[in-house]
């Protein structure tokens, strides 16, 4: 019963067409990729990490994704360029080691001010990269076994990591990815 039902609907729908003109009929089909840029923690839990008193210790896995197709800027930004606690500080080196290589930030020492002049390390990235629109890691590093850079701020006193007195030591540091 179900085959000639189906034979003779086909059947109706070839008298249809048959007399009639031949018709076009046109599809445009336009879809939008909203633009995203972003940076995440993968592997701190409330961004939060210590470090030991030994040497370079990763202490967050990143995830940094961005589709634009000029260029994407990452700054990575350290708050005081020291771990303090009251007046007293340690200093550290960080480094940033990235698969997109123009994101990497080679082993530095972050002091106020650091190296680049303003206070923050920014790195660019031009063109679109397949890897970065879908996902690229990076590591970011600290090493607090490192000497000071010289004499400490007024009312401020630098310790190695292994000698500072008792006490949880801070820094903050924000990490950026946005299209320029």
Known sequence: ??????????????????????????????????????????????G?????????????????????????????????????????????AMRLDAVENAFDINTTDATPGDAEGSGKFTRNKVGYSQSLANGSSAQFYLNVNVAAPGPAPLGQTFYPANAAPAGTYNESFSFELSAI
């Open 1 to 46: 019963m179900k085959a000639v039902g189906i034979v003779s609907g086909l059947a109706v729908l070839a008298a249809l067409t048959a007399g009639g003109a031949a018709q076009a009929e046109t599809l445009s089909v336009n879809t939008t990729v909203a633009p995203y840029c972003g940076i995440r923690l993968a592997n701190v839990s409330s």
């Open 48 to 92: 939060t990490a210590s470090v030991a008193h030994e040497a370079e210790q990763m202490v967050a896995n990143l995830e940094l994704a961005c589709n634009t197709g000029g260029t994407a800027q990452l700054v990575v930004n350290p708050l005081n360029g020291d771990f303090k606690n009251g007046n007293n500080l340690i200093n550290y």
